[in-house]
């Protein structure tokens, strides 16, 4: 368990990073609005588009009103094609999505709940790790803003790994 100086650290370190590399992100739904998969998709695609590398780590953040919440942080090779698996498990609403539903979605309708944000940056695209001293390798990236997140924001991930269980 991390103590609450640590907790404030790794928030300055995830928002650093974040900021650094927000040029990389798109408002992809508006709190109140469904989310227009066709849209949705088409700003993956430019986002991913922009970079061409061959793998990339990506950040889903709720604008909530208090503040930016990552809600899940994840890499793939192919964004757009991830992204649609997503919608879809997001549409069903079943297994692990049951609770993508219930933490995006506005209880019995199918629009957002907050402004959600993704940000996709390439690989070598990275400007600086998330945490000083450490490896700017995709995969790493993805491990340290996963720890970051986990100890600086109240709210779970929607993807656990890394979050201690």
Not at 41 to 64: F, P, T, W
Not at 108 to 117: A, N, Q
Request: glycine share 8%; proline share 5%; hydrophobic share 40%.
């Amino acid at each position: 368990m991390s103590t609450e100086g640590d907790a404030l650290r790794n928030r300055v370190l995830f928002e650093t990073w974040l900021e650094a590399h927000r040029d990389a992100s798109a408002t992809l739904a508006l709190a109140g609005e469904p989310i227009d998969r066709r849209r949705f998709l088409a700003r993956v695609a430019s986002l991913a588009g922009h970079q061409r590398d061959d793998e990339y780590v990506y950040l889903l953040m709720e604008r909530r009103p208090s503040e930016d919440t990552p809600a899940y942080i994840g890499r793939a090779t192919s964004p757009m094609r991830r992204w649609m698996e997503h919608l879809t498990g997001l549409a069903r609403g079943t297994d692990r999505y049951a609770r993508w539903r219930t933490r995006l979605l506005r209880e019995g309708h199918e629009t957002s709940r907050f402004d959600l944000e993704l940000l996709v940056v390439g690989d070598t695209h990275v400007l600086f790790p998330p945490m000083p001293g450490y490896s700017s390798d995709i995969g790493a990236v993805e491990d340290q803003l996963i720890g970051l997140a986990a100890d600086a924001y109240p709210l779970r991930l929607l993807n656990h790994e890394g979050q201690g269980g």
